[in-house]
Nanobody
Framework: QLQASGGGLVQAGGSLRLNCAAS??????????MGWFRQVPGKEREFVAG????????YYGDSVKGRFTISRDNAKNTVYLQMNSLKPEDTAVYYC????????????????WGQGTQVTVSS
């Protein structure tokens, strides 16, 4: 239902753009809050960024503020995460998610999850 892509290997200071495409046969992202989370082995899933369904309000985790930008294209049923000034500590598997409501930064707000895409930042 959610297909994340765009991950890869990049040097510190570089940029990547992650994409999260939703199947129109399943749902339209315009009716959902959309979020990006990341996870490294042995740690809990961490909130990265979220965007509301109504006014497109955006929210960011403290560690990525000023470097990452979340956006959505409802016509393409796709959410993006532009990641700039990447740091080695940004290395993780990144997941996109769609939810019906609740606190954007909490995993409990989300119902659908993508399969994850690996981002590796070398120093």
């Amino acid at each position: 239902q959610l297909q994340a892509s765009g991950g890869g290997l990049v040097q510190a200071g570089g940029s990547l753009r992650l994409n999260c495409a939703a199947s129109r046969r399943t749902f339209s992202i315009s009716s959902y809050i959309m979020g990006w989370f990341r996870q490294v082995p042995g740690k809990e899933r961490e909130f990265v960024a979220g965007i509301s369904w109504s006014y497109g309000s955006t929210y960011y985790g403290d560690s990525v503020k000023g470097r990452f930008t979340i956006s959505r294209d409802n016509a393409k049923n796709t959410v993006y995460l532009q990641m700039n000034s990447l740091k080695p500590e940004d290395t993780a598997v990144y997941y996109c998610a769609a939810g019906g409501g609740g606190t954007v930064a909490l995993t409990t707000a989300y119902v659908y999850w993508g399969q994850g895409t690996q981002v590796t930042v070398s120093s």
